[in-house]
């Protein structure tokens, strides 16, 4: 089957999970702020919304998608805000599909099934999908060679436009760095100027936001949340048995990481001969993803997608050459 065939396939799989109903009880909240930014052209106070779950500065990072989420309930309710959340999940794989390059489409298919392990807790109308988008975009414009292309450059945009959506897209610039130290390494000095351009840039793009540089305390306020106090081991210990919240709900995302994770580490282990600095990065950077706490496992998925489906596709490539032909096979 052609690119075109396994293409429609990943499609109506992704499709089929993420056309589910709403369950996510902060979409209230962000339904509500976003009527609230475009009635009064400003971001509202911690004050202005007393009844609403930390109200806090965490919930100020993602205006833009509040804003979005509540016109396109207006326009069509609760379906097009389903259909809107299914374009984001097939816009983030078919990016990664392309940061993946030069692996097959059985190759992207295998790091499809194993991403969406990891990133389907999250398939709902949240912020997040938003940062993930933005990450795949980021691997797809500067991960595909070590050699920077024109493309590079639409790096810095898109991460100006995910900051205000989700803070989790900090990590979107920390991958454009990644790249470029591994750009470096591989093309030595040839394209310095361009790498350390478009990274300088990517950071500058974080700041473009109403919080400027105060938004990059967002994701640490997170980790803190989850890792304070002298009982903090437990809820971790919970959160890989797969418990999320303190609450007996089983989730499969939660234990996908001692399969994905193991996974990737072997595809590359297999295709040590042609490792990339870049995949042995993304590779550490998924791991400590999936292994922090319950937020961050889905944003391993497109973290380790490059990683699987290039090394997976060029292992068994090699093993595939490596096998004599046919005709000089010995007869049984």
């Known amino acids: 089957m052609s690119w075109v065939g396994w293409g429609i396939a990943g499609a109506a799989f992704l499709l089929a999970l993420g056309a589910c109903d709403v369950f996510n009880f902060d979409v209230g909240v962000?339904?509500?702020?976003?009527?609230?930014?475009?009635?009064?052209?400003?971001?509202?106070?911690p004050e202005d919304l007393t009844c609403?779950?930390?109200?806090?500065?965490?919930?100020?990072?993602?205006?833009?998608?509040?804003?979005?989420?509540?016109?396109t309930w207006s326009l069509g309710g609760w379906a097009g805000l389903t259909l809107a959340k299914v374009g984001v999940i097939m816009g983030t794989f078919a990016c990664l599909w392309v940061a993946a390059r030069p692996a097959g489409p059985l190759a992207c298919i295998a790091a499809t099934l194993a991403a969406t392990l990891l990133m389907y807790e999250r398939w709902d109308i949240r912020s997040e999908l938003c940062a993930h988008l933005a990450?795949?975009?980021?691997?797809?414009?500067?991960?595909?060679?070590?050699?920077?292309?024109?493309?590079?450059?639409?790096?810095?945009?898109?991460?100006?436009l995910a900051m205000n959506m989700h803070a989790l897209s900090i990590l979107a610039p920390a991958l454009v760095s990644v790249a470029a130290v591994a750009g470096?390494?591989?093309?030595?000095?040839?394209?310095?100027?361009?790498?350390?351009?478009?990274?300088?840039l990517s950071w500058v793009a974080v700041l473009l936001n109403p919080q400027g540089w105060r938004l990059?305390?967002?994701?640490?306020?997170?980790?803190?949340?989850?890792?304070t106090g002298p009982d903090w081991y437990q809820g971790w210990i919970t959160e890989l048995q797969?418990?999320?919240?303190?609450v007996a709900f089983p989730s499969v995302s939660l234990r996908?990481?001692?399969?994905?994770?193991?996974?990737?580490?072997?595809?590359?282990?297999?295709?040590?001969?042609?490792?990339?600095?870049?995949?042995?990065?993304?590779?550490?950077?998924?791991?400590?993803?999936?292994?922090?706490?319950?937020?961050?496992?889905?944003a391993a998925g497109p973290l380790l997608f490059p990683v699987i489906a290039r090394n997976l596709h060029e292992a068994v490539a090699a093993w595939a050459a490596s096998r004599p032909p046919e005709s000089l096979r010995m007869p049984r």
């Open 30 to 45: 962000h339904l509500l702020k976003g009527k609230w930014i475009l009635e009064n052209g400003s971001i509202p106070r």
């Open 52 to 71: 609403v779950k930390r109200p806090g500065f965490a919930y100020q990072d993602r205006w833009l998608f509040q804003v979005g989420t509540w016109l």
């Open 135 to 160: 990450c795949a975009a980021v691997l797809a414009l500067v991960g595909r060679s070590p050699r920077p292309d024109r493309a590079a450059w639409a790096a810095p945009p898109v991460i100006a």
């Open 184 to 200: 470096i390494i591989h093309t030595r000095k040839e394209h310095l100027r361009v790498w350390v351009g478009v990274a300088v």
């Open 216 to 227: 990059v305390a967002v994701p640490f306020e997170y980790l803190q949340r989850y890792r």
């Open 242 to 246: 797969g418990v999320t919240d303190a």
């Open 256 to 298: 996908a990481p001692w399969i994905v994770v193991p996974f990737a580490a072997l595809a590359l282990a297999a295709n040590a001969r042609r490792i990339r600095a870049l995949d042995a990065a993304l590779l550490v950077l998924g791991a400590l993803a999936a292994f922090s706490y319950r937020r961050n496992v889905a």
